[in-house]
Every structure is written in structure tokens, then in C-alpha cells.
């Protein structure tokens, strides 16, 4: 059974800093992952999609990587800004035709001015 | 509208009462999902639907029933249910169920239930 793990589960960095955020799965059969970001009480918005033949994927400040081998991916976000606090959410999808999405628990981001 | 719209955004009901959930996507996607996600737990898949067809179900209770009319429209009809579901329902679609890129999921903004 796939599980994903996500640490910290809380993190808090002064304004600017450049931050990592882990993620990791127990299958590594997996088909994709994706990071989505939740606003508190809001739905999920997609940041990044990564097939699990590709290394990372960018989009703006954000870069996230895929080790699938090792069971892992990181969410690097550089030059952090107050309007990054959020919650940021990993999920897998497993091979096969599956569209079940496994998620971890998240990691709550407070970037402070 | 755009995207995934969830209606009612907040929704208090008795253990007694019937309600329903409703979500609309307008992205022209042929699959769309229910989420549960529960306080300090990960978001878990309820179902699944494609070409309103169920196609999963993850041992969700009765109490919780499903309905698709068509593609763009997904109902969750909730009936004697307990204060443990709680939680809030999220609503997401994709373009279908193949094994392509385009199965990145896109999701509404939720609707907060509480039950009494």
C-alpha cells in the first residue's frame, strides 16, 4: 500500500529565504506526482506535475524534483514571499490505470515579513 | 464561471437530515472525483466517476451516495450522518481517466461540513 510521507509538517522562514519542503513514497511504481498548494479552508490549486521519466519541473520560483528510484521529491521554492504561506500538499499516482491519488499529511509554510 | 465550483461552500446539517453536495466543472474533463479531507489526515479518495460511470468506490459508507448525471455535474447525497464526517468535501475534475498528461487533476474550493 503507498504511503507519502511529508517533513516537516510545519515550517516557518523569514521573508526571502529560499526553502526546501520533502516528500516521499514508499512504491516507487508510481506514475506521476504532483504538489499542489491549499489555502486554509480553500481547495487545491496544481503547481507541479512531474511523470515519473522526467528529473523536475519549474514554474516561476518554484522547482520540484523526482528521485523515483529513492522515493522521493523536493519542492524547492526560492526567494520566499509572505504570499507563499500555505499549506503544500504532495500526492502520487501508481502505475497501472489507477487515477487513485495518494496524498501526504502537508506542509504548512508561514513565511513572515 | 471557471474551473471546478463547489456549492454550498459551508454546510451545517443533524444526523437526521438529507442534504446534497454539489460540484460543476467547466473545463470540458470526462472524469471527475469526491475527496474527504478530515482534520490532521491526508486527503482520501471517496470516488471516482468517468463518462458518469462509476469507476471507484473506496468502501465509503451508504450514508454517502454519489450521482453523475453528466460529465460537467457530480452530486454527493448525504443521509444520516455522523458527526465524525465532518470534514471537508472537495471536489476535482481531469481530462479522463488515460495514462497522459492531461489526468493532472484540478479541484473546486471545497465545501465545509458539519454535522451536529
Known amino acids: 500500500k503507498q504511503e507519502v510521507t511529508q517533513i516537516p509538517a510545519a515550517l516557518s522562514v523569514p521573508e526571502g529565504e529560499n526553502l526546501v519542503l520533502n516528500c516521499s513514497f514508499t512504491d516507487s511504481a508510481i506514475y506521476n506526482l504532483q504538489w499542489f498548494r491549499q489555502d486554509p479552508g480553500k481547495g487545491l490549486t496544481s503547481l507541479l506535475l512531474?511523470?515519473?521519466?522526467?528529473r523536475e519541473q519549474t514554474s516561476g520560483r518554484l522547482n520540484a524534483s523526482l528521485d523515483k528510484s529513492s522515493g522521493r521529491s523536493t519542492l524547492y521554492i526560492a526567494a520566499s514571499q509572505p504570499g507563499d504561506s500555505a499549506t503544500y500538499l504532495c500526492a502520487v499516482r501508481g502505475q497501472g490505470g489507477s487515477e487513485k491519488l495518494v496524498f501526504g499529511k502537508g506542509t504548512k509554510l508561514t513565511v513572515n515579513p | 464561471e471557471t474551473g471546478v465550483t463547489q456549492t454550498p461552500r459551508h454546510l451545517v446539517m443533524g444526523m437526521t437530515n438529507k442534504k446534497s453536495l454539489k460540484c460543476e466543472q467547466h473545463l470540458g474533463h470526462n472524469a471527475m472525483y469526491w475527496y474527504k479531507q478530515s482534520a490532521k489526515k491526508p486527503l482520501e479518495l471517496m470516488f471516482v466517476?468517468?463518462?458518469?460511470?462509476?469507476?471507484e468506490n473506496n468502501s465509503v459508507p451508504s450514508r454517502f451516495s454519489p450521482e453523475c448525471p453528466n460529465s460537467s455535474h457530480l452530486f454527493l447525497h448525504l443521509h444520516t450522518l455522523q458527526p465524525e464526517d465532518s470534514a471537508l468535501y472537495l471536489c476535482a475534475s481531469s481530462q479522463d481517466l488515460s495514462g497522459t498528461n492531461y489526468n493532472e487533476q484540478f479541484f473546486g474550493p471545497g465545501t465545509r461540513l458539519t454535522v451536529l
Open positions: 512531474i511523470q515519473s521519466s522526467q
Open positions: 466517476y468517468s463518462l458518469e460511470e462509476r469507476v
